[in-house]
């Protein structure tokens, strides 16, 4: 066996030439190893003696070395990479999603290219077609809403072999009571197959929003929906809100918030919502919590008390909703157990376990003082 060379881990990462890079045999005889034993500690450390396995370590700080990620993949024909594609990232609803599939997909070695599509559909297509081009051993996407050609590269995806994972949302419920069962956002869906699918069925959290409304006496409500035209999920929340209040012989309004800064906008649409200081209806489900703290801001500047005269609630249960004055009613989605759920899906499937349809997740109304009366 190679004597170990002294190391310095002072020393910096040696220079090299031509293409630059420590080579896998440099690093075995910095550390008195075969270059076997050190391709061993890369792919499986635990497989390798805690006393080996630390001269390795070191010598891997003091070379500096990367391992080749392409030519791993050449060998073995599969990658380590997950490609997942959201709405926004921006937006922490979905950072806690990627939370969870980082945190799925860590142990068990695979690293996430991330890509974000601004809500739109075309960018979504691009992103998919160049995400695909990493050759990843997965690929998640967010909603069951595609274009004809991103729909068509996802079913080519999984033909090939990938798996693709749709996140967030289920299909409609197949019949909601009333005569909005359906609103034209949902004329657009494209039959799916082969997508395992996991998320929750956002019409029926509209009606369950709509459902505590109700309960709470009201009977003039108003549902200010999302101003992106390709937010499908608060579209779907709207259809099923709009659905239940019907269903039960009350009066709903239906109000697009206009696009921009979502707080600003919120205040905007409870300005809508008033006549001089008198609010058009008792209750308003807001699309998301954003849009309904602007109008809790807005409310207070106006001097309408919530929920005496207007009582509000949000989605999406934002750490700041139940810090306001009065807190935010609101409804807590699974985020993180959304990406957590994902990725051990997907490590099934790379291990050739039984595929899955569909998981449903289950969310959580949080009922506070926006809609509750004081006693």
Not at 295 to 308: C, F, K, N, S, T
Request: aromatic content about 6%.
């Amino acid at each position: 066996m190679n004597k170990p060379r002294q190391l310095d881990s002072d020393a910096p990462p040696r220079q090299r030439r031509g293409h630059g890079r420590v080579t896998l045999e440099e690093v075995a005889q910095q550390a008195g190893v075969t270059s076997i034993t050190v391709s061993r500690y890369l792919r499986e450390p635990q497989r390798v003696a805690p006393v080996t396995a630390e001269r390795i370590q070191a010598a891997l700080q003091a070379t500096g070395y990367l391992p080749n990620k392409q030519a791993g993949q050449l060998a073995s024909g599969r990658s380590r990479i997950v490609a997942a594609i959201i709405p926004s990232i921006a937006n922490s609803i979905f950072a806690e999603t990627v939370q969870g599939l980082s945190d799925g997909l860590q142990p068990a070695g695979y690293e996430l290219l991330l890509a974000s599509t601004g809500y739109s559909m075309e960018r979504e297509e691009e992103q998919i077609r160049a995400l695909l081009g990493w050759f990843p051993s997965g690929l998640i996407v967010t909603g069951r809403h595609h274009s004809p050609a991103a729909l068509a590269l996802l079913r080519a995806a999984v033909a090939a072999g990938t798996p693709v994972v749709e996140v967030w949302d289920l299909p409609p419920l197949a019949a909601l009571p009333g005569p909005a069962q359906r609103d034209s956002a949902q004329s657009d869906i494209i039959p799916q197959a082969n997508f395992t699918q996991v998320g929750f069925n956002h019409e029926r959290v509209g009606r369950a929003m709509a459902e505590h409304l109700l309960a709470l006496g009201h009977r003039q409500l108003a549902y200010i929906d999302s101003g992106v035209a390709e937010d499908y999920r608060a579209h779907e929340r709207g259809a099923g809100f709009q659905a239940a209040v019907r269903a039960a012989g009350a009066a709903v309004r239906h109000v697009t918030a206009p696009k921009g800064e979502a707080i600003a906008m919120g205040r905007l649409a409870l300005a809508g919502l008033l006549d001089g200081k008198r609010p058009l209806v008792s209750a308003a489900a807001f699309a998301n919590d954003h849009l309904a703290c602007g109008a809790l801001l807005e409310a207070e500047a106006r001097r309408v008390a919530v929920p005496e005269k207007l009582a509000l609630m949000g989605f999406g249960d934002f750490p700041i909703s139940a810090q306001l004055n009065p807190s935010l009613t609101t409804v807590s989605p699974p985020r993180y157990q959304i990406g957590r759920e994902a990725a051990g899906l997907l490590l099934a499937s790379f291990d050739g376990g039984e595929s899955v349809a569909q998981r449903e997740l289950p969310w959580e109304l949080q009922v506070r003082q926006s809609t509750t009366r004081k006693r």
